[in-house]
């Protein structure tokens, strides 16, 4: 039986073809994640604990040597050929109202930036990874894009380096204020793992992460309540922490220790910065719990750590919503071990980790809890640790 990656690559590089008239020169693939533990402690300088998806964003590619980047879409509103979008390469900076395509743009233009020879290309994107819903689905585009293109253009570039870049893209291109968590994820996860990653100096480490082996299942709870994190709320919420590492004296809040947060609360007199600092120290710490539980093979101890995670996000932090509140709770009083919110919030997706027996049970709970309420039916998937990018063909 054909593999799925590959025929997935294979037709986009049929609709390639049929979009510019010649072959692209590869097709790369680059995954989703899905966030086990540590939220907002990226933009602190803190630890994360992702994991990649089985969704990913291909991108068929060839290079231009005439300055131009032609960029289309098989999501997009117009994915007709006439649904292309036509840019320079060489443009300055980031232009207003280019929706979907800011993400590859703004990847060209990093790399431009940084002083790598782009000199064009014609670009196909098509993805898997649910939009909106906080599982990365910019951040596979833009490293399915920039890995194309290190390759094409023999950069040489690290996975980290990559990932750097992307980030890049998406802050000072397209103008979301967001950690690398997410672009590393995408760049360095590795198969039936989850990546403990220190945001500061984007060391990693692949820890073996099987729930299946334990008879557990993470279930992925997409609430189909699509945010957009550019609107303001991340930026704010970012603001504040840095505000708290100033007023604490410290570059970033991985800097506060987990034991003295108590006395570096009491210095702070906003009492919205206080819950900020909170959120991001007590996560970081519950980042090394997560880690030092999967390390000694307790999987089932790491409901509850998820389960106070999410009461951080929801009651310090502040990013959570309705749906993502039922979604935990619900998934809860069906017997989880545990839940909390994923992503950068106001929308989006819960993660669930349940019984394997459990469950159809549990998602069956979580959808009656969402129709009592009158809210949209919820998507729930399964969350298996999958390869990060890599190319097709």
Partial sequence: MTDPGARAAEAAAARFRELYGTAPEGVWAAPGRVNLIGEYTDVNDGSVMPLALPHTALAAVARRTDGRLRVHSAQAADASPAGVVHLDAAAPGPAAGMGWAAYPAGVVWALRAAGHPVTGADVHVTSTVPTGAGLSSSAALEVATALALDGLYGLGLSRPALAALAQRAENAFVGVPCGVMDQMASACCTEGHVLHLDTRDLTCRQVPFDPA??????????????????????????????????????????????????????????????????????????????????????????????????????????????????????????????????GGGFGGSAVVLAEAGAVEETAAAVRAAFAAEGYRAPRIFPAAPSAGARRLL
């Fill in 213 to 342: 082996a334990h008879g557990l299942a993470l279930l992925v709870v997409d609430t189909r309540v699509r945010h957009a994190l550019g609107d303001g709320a991340y930026a704010e919420r970012r603001a504040g922490c840095e505000a708290g590492a100033r007023a604490l004296g410290v570059r970033s809040l991985r800097e506060v220790a987990h034991a003295r947060l108590p006395e570096a609360l009491e210095r702070l007199g906003d009492p919205v910065v206080r819950g900020y600092v909170r959120h991001v120290v007590t996560d970081d710490h519950r980042v090394g719990r997560v880690a030092a539980l999967l390390d000694a093979g307790d999987l089932r101890g790491v409901g509850p750590v998820l389960t106070e995670g999410h009461a951080s996000l929801r009651d310090d932090l502040r990013v959570s919503c309705p749906e993502l509140d039922l979604a935990v709770s619900a998934s809860l009083a069906a017997g989880a071990l545990g839940a909390r919110m994923t």
